[in-house]
């Protein structure tokens, strides 16, 4: 069981990523004490040092991060970035957490990786076919942790779409609709 806070003073915290999520992860995480691993095809040195990361490579950030978390952007370029290599690279200890775009990771090789424990466990709130498909093998794993892609549910982004509903609804009825969809 990870106890937060006390289990991870230390660790290294591999990010997949350093952008304006990926620095804000980051922050978290060397709040809590954790080394800082960073890597994404085109990050700077620059950019870690922005942040108080480390640029290493993406081998080295699957073999040396206790959490390796995700912050790309989807693409084609980006599409399966971490694959079965990836993920067997990673120490038996780490876990995997992609709260960005499901595609972004092999769903088979992590499903078998799980299966076989090379890994302790992930954590996904996103996944290639949303919602996960009731016959899905991650739905069989102990060791994995879904969310129904709810990490845009916060106060802040609540409070931008209620305004833009009253907003959309105060326009139609004054006869000139906005972010028609289809229209």
Same mark, same amino acid.
């Given at each position: 069981m990870l106890t937060v806070g006390a289990d991870l003073h230390g660790s290294t915290l591999g990010l997949c990523?350093? #952008?304006r999520l990926g620095g804000l992860v980051a922050n978290v995480g060397q709040a809590f004490g954790m080394n800082i691993i960073a890597w994404s095809p085109n990050l700077t040195a620059e950019r870690c040092a922005e942040i108080g990361a480390t640029l290493v490579s993406k081998d080295e950030l699957f073999a040396?991060? &206790? $959490?390796? +978390? %995700?912050?790309?952007?989807?693409? &084609?370029?980006?599409r399966g970035t971490v694959g079965e290599r990836e993920l067997r690279m990673m120490k038996p200890s780490a876990y995997l %957490?992609?709260?960005?775009? #499901? @595609?972004? !990771?092999?769903?088979?090789a992590l499903a078998r990786v799980l299966?076989?424990?090379v890994i302790r466990g992930a954590g996904? &709130? +996103?996944f290639g076919v949303e919602p996960l498909p009731a016959d899905h093998p991650f739905r069989t794993l102990?060791?994995? !942790? +879904? +969310? @129904?892609h709810l990490g845009y549910v916060t106060e802040g982004c609540y409070r931008i $779409? $209620?305004?833009? %509903? !009253?907003?959309d609804?105060?326009?139609?009825? &004054?006869?000139? @609709?906005?972010? !028609?969809?289809g229209g």
């Open positions: 990523g350093l #952008g040396n991060a &206790d $959490f390796v +978390t %995700i912050h790309l952007v989807l693409s &084609d370029r980006s %957490i992609n709260s960005s775009r #499901g @595609p972004l !990771v092999d769903e088979d299966a076989e424990r996904l &709130d +996103t102990d060791n994995l !942790v +879904t +969310t @129904p $779409f $209620f305004h833009d %509903i !009253v907003e609804i105060s326009a139609w009825l &004054d006869g000139n @609709p906005i972010r !028609v969809v």
